[in-house]
């Protein structure tokens, strides 16, 4: 556990780390043995005893395991033979080509030579350099490359930080990022670590002078590996024949897919993306979506799969949690009623129609203010050239930008309600963080939006239908038992926690799949 | 030009607004009347009839929305606006209560692919049995025009193409442009231009038409991995569009069962999705002539040993790596036979090419065709002692239909519509994932002379379909029921 990088909180058993040389540069030769060695001691029944000369040792390791990849009924020793023979994670068609390339050899230094002469191409076609390898075996692994490197904290990084320190506290958990070069996985950083799991926190000073570990890979074998982001774009070909081909179970949190079913509203590079990571998430145990609705995506991308013969993942829902920090519900400002629309000002969000809505309420002589929370979108000109307009004449709205959450928290308290017509959302999260604060939400009438009004403080509209957005906003500006009434339902929304979520999450998706609970 | 394009298309959009009725003297005056509190349908309208162009969503919405605020005028402004790019060269027309089939491709281009063949035979039996109006779309895509009856009979393969090059814009004096309105539209092939999709999406939601299209697979969305890289987000578009249509009419089952799948999360966004069915396509196989059986025998059979025949392009998902695999399997145990791949090269076959040339190095009886004809391929269907279709995803096997009618057996995978196909016998089924499994079947039926004899034998009782069933049923569901549906009939 020399490189071993996470922060000392809870029992960390990982089943079985191989040893790893010292921390120099390893010459290409002692790196090759080293791995081989690696995925001897898993491989191999009894691995053969140690030769000091790191070239001989090679040799003996390689024909040992060229041997167990070649008897073996499944791909598993294959795709490790090769993970280790050149020190990166191999595609599909690698694993596939290697299998029947073995297959026809005539005997087993005419197999050695051909991994050899695989290795020497793969090596000095990628320009791969020589690392080291540590194999974990049996547990738990979750992929956060991007929340490890990243400090952006929107949606998708909230939910994996969340996650990942809560089964930290209860779990033996292996976070995960990508190496430089997208060839495998890595074990992160002290200062990463933390970046996951006390994002936010302050950091101790010591904390930036421990020394970082070295590049070596960090290769899962019969493992659960955790998507609990979307894996970067260049890893999705090797994650995905890990999926397919390695034997451990990868699983994954799904968000939603409006890349794809909404490719009109968003950049076009985004479906290629998005296409990439379902190459992985075809080869998938589970996924556990984070509403019905977002469930009922994924379910329909896995039954689409039988037409090639494919069992696809099964698909749960797990419904996320929405947690805000306590204030005080402060009595309304005086002056005009506000109406706040939180949400980056991505085409789905609608915000041309609120902005069109609240126009018209305004040209009728409804006095309100309108506040917009929420970063810059993709396209952003219609909406600037919209509340330019508004603006220049003198309507009272206000565009915050991105804000703390405290400050959103507190301006959605003191808001009169929120208005939040999605067109498409795999959780509203602005919808419970309203309802939360104890504020009513005008909201889409279809998928999570729906789910999370169910539990009371909404008014559901057509979001495709601005005429009805504008009635109904009309309504709670100019109806105020409507609105005490709906108060009175906001105040009683009682929040799923991030604790419920995460012990739901390891249920659905890591007890499941291995079958029996793992943890002593 | 823009004031004699402004006299011409106001009268058309006042008619097409007005419906039966006489027109009142100022047409302006008229229109402005019939756009007071426009809705989205009625914007599109009028932004495409004056404009010349097929508007975008966003545009619908912000100038409907912006018309709402200030008056009918804006919408005006508006279409004028893009008049003044367009030029006011088309004469436009709108295609109120017509039946429009969007043949952009076919028009254009003879790629001679499966769709293609698909998009031609059926067009050749609508434009015989029913009154039709063939589109092509401007070289900018920003509108469909109607075709002209040289163009239609060069895009049927009646003609040979003779006023323009292929893949050249054919001189269209002016051209007209159509507006679907209150009509019917159907897609019958593939659309991957941005441009295109972005200005269907309104057509289909705004247009008040009944709109229909033949879903072929959705591959670049469940197979990414054996795409190009710049289809699928191309392919994304056409599904958003698609998301508005009445009608999907898939060629298979299986890639019914795709696009169902598809249906199931689009519905997450609210939306009912198309009524889908699927309506398999037809083989009709054509007799060889004894010439080009003479000539293919020559050329490709090798005396005394059994030809093993596979069809289509060396893209990965036809894993025709396997069938090399497996067939050296069976070289090496001593079974006699030659191999023959016919097809393109493609996106990713350099594997392949590169497998290929090694076995023939060592002395393999394998050869690749590129580019045969027709004629000869349907003699090597003839020829062949049985055909392997391994791939792991197609909307539709249509190397393995085709082999199957001309009374030759085929191996192909155990599920999807290369299964559908080998239901009705004359066909084994393997795991196309599973070397072992395709070679076992290979050998099976070059060393099993009974069950070689059983399965051509099967090959003669399945059922016949043929394209004016295809074409009948699919009219039928795309159009007929299509517009009776919608009458709630």
Redo the contacts between chains.
């Keep these: 556990m020399a490189s071993d990088g996470t922060v000392a909180r809870g029992p960390r058993p990982v089943a079985r780390v191989t040893a790893v040389a010292a921390r120099r540069e390893p010459t290409a030769v002692a790196a090759l043995a080293q791995r081989l060695r690696a995925a001897g001691d898993v491989l191999l029944v009894e691995s053969p005893a140690v030769d000091p000369d790191p070239a001989r040792d090679a040799a003996q390791l390689l024909s040992a395991l060229v041997g167990c990849a070649r008897d073996s009924a499944t791909a598993g020793p294959t795709w490790l033979l090769l993970t280790a023979v050149t020190g990166a994670y191999p595609t599909?068609?690698d694993v596939?080509?290697l299998r029947?390339a073995l297959?026809?050899t005539h005997d087993a230094t005419d197999a050695e030579l051909m991994v050899m002469d695989h290795m020497a191409a793969t090596v000095s076609a990628d320009g791969l350099p020589p690392v080291q390898i540590e194999i974990l075996e049996g547990g738990v692994v979750v992929d956060v490359d991007f929340s490890a490197q990243n400090d952006k904290q929107t949606g998708i990084q909230r939910v994996t930080r969340r996650v990942c320190a809560l089964w930290d506290a209860d779990h033996s958990t292996t976070l995960l990022a990508w190496s430089a070069d997208h060839n495998g996985h890595r074990r992160l950083t002290r200062r990463e670590t933390l970046r996951v799991l006390r994002h936010g926190m302050p950091v101790e000073p010591d904390d930036h002078l421990m020394p970082e570990p070295t590049s070596l890979l960090c290769v899962p074998w019969r493992c659960t590996v955790v998507l609990t982001e979307v894996p970067p774009e260049p890893a999705a070909?090797v994650l995905?024949a890990l999926a397919e081909f390695s034997g451990s179970d990868v699983v994954a949190i799904g968000y939603?897919?409006i890349?794809?079913?909404?490719?009109?509203l968003r950049p076009?590079?985004?479906?290629?993306v998005f296409?990439?990571y379902?190459?992985v998430l075809?080869h998938a145990r589970r996924i556990a979506g984070i509403s019905a609705?977002?469930a009922?995506?994924f379910?329909?991308?896995?039954?689409?799969?039988?037409?090639?013969?494919l069992p696809g993942p099964s698909v749960v829902e797990v419904m996320l949690a929405t947690q805000i920090a306590p204030g005080t519900g402060s009595a309304p400002v005086s002056g005009l009623p506000r109406v706040l629309c939180i949400g980056s000002h991505e085409?789905h969000k609608n915000h041309?129609a609120v902005l069109?809505c609240a126009?018209?309420l305004w040209?009728s002589g409804l006095e309100f203010e309108l506040h917009f929370v929420g970063g810059d979108g993709w396209d952003m000109s219609?909406f600037r050239s919209r509340t330019d307009a508004l603006r220049s004449q003198g309507r009272p709205l206000v565009d915050h930008g991105r804000l703390p959450d405290d400050d959103m928290w507190r301006l959605c308290r003191d808001a009169s309600f929120t208005v939040f017509p999605s067109?498409?959302e795999g959780f509203g999260l602005p919808v419970s963080e309203s309802l939360a604060c104890g504020t009513p939400v005008i909201t889409?009438?279809?998928?999570s939006t729906r789910e999370i009004a169910a539990a009371g403080g909404c008014v559901l509209v057509?979001?495709?239908d601005?005429a009805a957005l504008e009635a109904q906003m009309r309504r709670l500006l100019t109806n105020p038992e409507d609105l005490a009434r709906l108060r009175a339902e906001a105040r009683a929304y009682e929040p799923k926690t991030w604790s419920a979520y995460a012990s739901e999450l390891w249920e659905a998706l890591v007890t499941t799949t291995v079958g029996a609970a793992d943890e002593a | 030009m823009m004031d004699r394009a402004l006299g011409e298309r106001l009268p058309v959009l006042a008619a097409a607004l007005r419906g039966p009725g006489t027109a009142s003297g100022d047409a302006r005056a008229e229109v402005l009347t019939l756009l007071t509190g426009a809705d989205d349908d009625v914007t599109w309208l009028a932004l495409a009839v004056i404009s010349g162009q097929l508007p975008t969503t966003a545009t619908v919405q912000r100038v409907r929305r912006a018309a709402q605020l200030d008056g009918p005028e804006v919408i005006l402004k508006a279409a004028l606006e893009a008049l003044r790019i367009e030029g006011g060269r088309a004469e436009v027309q709108v295609a109120s209560g017509a039946v429009v089939i969007d043949i952009e491709h076919l028009s254009r281009t003879s790629l001679g692919t499966g769709i293609q063949r698909v998009t031609r035979e059926t067009l050749k039996r609508w434009a015989k049995d029913h009154e039709i109006t063939a589109a092509g779309w401007l070289t900018d895509h920003t509108a469909m025009r109607r075709l002209t009856e040289p163009e239609l009979s060069v895009a049927l393969g009646h003609t040979k193409a003779v006023l323009a090059p292929v893949g050249m814009a054919p001189a269209v004096r002016r051209p007209q442009v159509i507006v679907p309105w209150e009509s019917t539209y159907v897609l019958p092939e593939v659309v991957l231009e941005p441009g295109r999709t972005r200005r269907l999406e309104p057509l289909f939601r705004f247009s008040r038409s009944r709109t229909a299209a033949i879903g072929f697979d959705t591959v670049p969305l469940t197979s990414a991995e054996t795409s190009a890289a710049d289809v699928p987000p191309h392919f994304a578009l056409e599904l958003a569009a698609i998301r508005h249509v009445d009608r999907v009419a898939t060629i298979s089952e299986a890639a019914g069962t795709e696009y169902l799948g598809w249906r199931t999360m689009v519905r997450s966004m609210g939306l009912a999705g198309p009524d889908i069915a699927a309506i398999s396509l037809p083989v009709e196989a054509a007799e060889p002539s004894p010439a080009a059986l003479a000539e293919a025998s020559c050329r490709y059979v090798v005396p005394t040993i059994p030809m093993v025949l596979c069809v289509g392009s060396h893209e990965p998902r036809k894993n025709h790596l396997a069938v090399l695999h497996a067939a050296e399997l069976l070289w090496r145990s001593g079974v006699e036979f030659s191999l023959l791949f016919v097809g393109g090269n493609a996106w990713k076959s350099e594997g392949f090419t590169q497998r290929l040339a090694e076995l023939r190095a060592s002395g393999r009886p394998v050869e690749s065709v590129l580019g045969l004809s027709d004629r000869l391929l349907w003699a090597l269907y003839s020829l062949a002692h049985c055909t392997v279709f391994p791939s792991v995803n197609e909307g539709f096997g249509l190397p393995v239909a085709e082999s199957l009618a001309s009374g030759t057996p085929a191996i192909t995978s155990q599920f999807g519509s290369m299964l559908e196909i080998a239901c009705d016998g004359g066909a084994l089924t393997v795991d196309p994932r599973d070397d072992h499994s395709l070679a076992a079947a290979l050998r099976s039926l070059l060393t099993d002379r009974a069950l070689h004899e059983r399965l051509v034998l099967e090959t003669r009782s399945r059922p016949q379909r043929t394209w004016d069933q295809y074409a009948a049923e699919t009219w039928d569901y795309l159009v007929d029921q299509n517009v009776s549906a919608a009458a709630g009939l």
């Design positions: 599909a068609d596939v080509g029947r297959e026809l070909a995905a939603d897919a890349p794809v079913t909404s490719a009109e076009v590079v985004d479906a290629g296409v990439k379902l190459t075809k609705s977002s009922s995506e379910r329909g991308f896995s039954e689409a799969l039988a037409a090639q013969g085409l041309l069109h126009e018209m040209r219609d067109l498409h889409t009438d279809y998928g057509d979001p495709r601005d």
